[in-house]
Nanobody, 126 residues
Framework: QVQLVESGGGLVQAGASLRLSCAAS?????????VAWFRRTPGKEREFVAA????????YYGDSVKGRFTIGRDNGKSTVFLQINSLAPEDTAVYYC??????????????????WGQGTQVTVSS
């Protein structure tokens, strides 16, 4: 059973940076697996943020975060990070890590991901 555990959230001021981590265990991902980050604010559906191939190379970003967010896999570790720069109050949300195997495209719909973490809260004050 795949387990995903997010960490790194917190309360920060606008303009700061955060690095979120998603630690994966319980399953061996392969070259067709992808790990994604979503976020959700109260009253809204989860918004796709970014995704990365488990194997080397390949990333994809949502339009609202391009240029400020970077997704990647920590070398030699079963961890995917999300680096967020120039945080703004509108980035306040619960950030979730998700994963799926056998991905032949970039999936932005949350329903396409069977594995989820519990989420980590990011709060940005103005």
């Amino acid at each position: 059973q795949v387990q995903l555990v997010e960490s790194g959230g917190g309360l920060v001021q606008a303009g700061a940076s955060l690095r979120l981590s998603c630690a994966a265990s319980g399953h061996t991902f392969n070259r067709d697996s992808i790990v994604a980050w979503f976020r959700r604010t109260p009253g809204k559906e989860r918004e796709f943020v970014a995704a990365a191939k488990w194997s080397a190379g390949g990333t994809y970003y949502g339009d609202s975060v391009k240029g400020r967010f970077t997704i990647g896999r920590d070398n030699g570790k079963s961890t995917v990070f999300l680096q967020i720069n120039s945080l703004a109050p509108e980035d306040t949300a619960v950030y979730y890590c998700a994963a799926r195997n056998f991905a032949n495209t970039w999936y932005v719909n949350e329903r396409m991901y069977p594995y989820w973490g519990q989420g980590t809260q990011v709060t940005v004050s103005s």
